[in-house]
């Protein structure tokens, strides 16, 4: 999609601090961090939200997950703990309308989030 932040990320017309790509997917830092690890992981595909997935894409989701595991083992947050969040719509705050994960550690986090 030509007016997206994340595809023209994905398709390096729009720098970013790339951590991982695959033919799949793409992570790269969140540029305003919110956790001493911020990191997104999301897919080339063009989704826009949670309820835009759908039958076909099951293996993908699956393969952002594992990506987000293996950036949470690489960065030795791992055994401490991280969270991997999909914001969705309005009150979850989601402002990129193409579906990322947030791989989010480093520090203790709270529960209900606010
Ligand atoms: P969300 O609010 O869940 O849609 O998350 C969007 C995230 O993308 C936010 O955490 C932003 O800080 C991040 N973000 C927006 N633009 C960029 C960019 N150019 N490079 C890296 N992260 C970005
Ligand atoms: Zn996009």
Redesign the pocket.
């Known amino acids: 999609m030509t007016d997206c932040?994340f595809c023209k990320?994905a398709a390096k017309n729009?720098p970013?601090k790339i951590i991982h790509e695959d033919d799949l997917a793409i992570a790269?830092?969140?540029?305003?961090p919110?956790a001493p690890a911020?990191t997104?992981i999301v897919p080339r595909k063009h989704i826009p939200t949670a309820l835009d997935i759908e039958h076909t894409d099951q293996a993908l989701i699956g393969h952002l997950f594992r990506i987000g595991a293996k950036i949470a083992r690489d960065k030795g947050i791992a055994g401490k703990g991280f969270r991997l969040v999909m914001?969705t719509n309005a009150d979850?705050?989601?402002?990129?309308f193409h579906i990322?994960l947030?791989l989010l550690g480093g520090r203790a986090m709270h529960w209900p989030p606010g």
């Open positions: 932040i990320i729009i970013a790269f830092e969140d540029i305003n919110q911020h997104l914001n979850a705050g989601q402002t990129v990322h947030h």
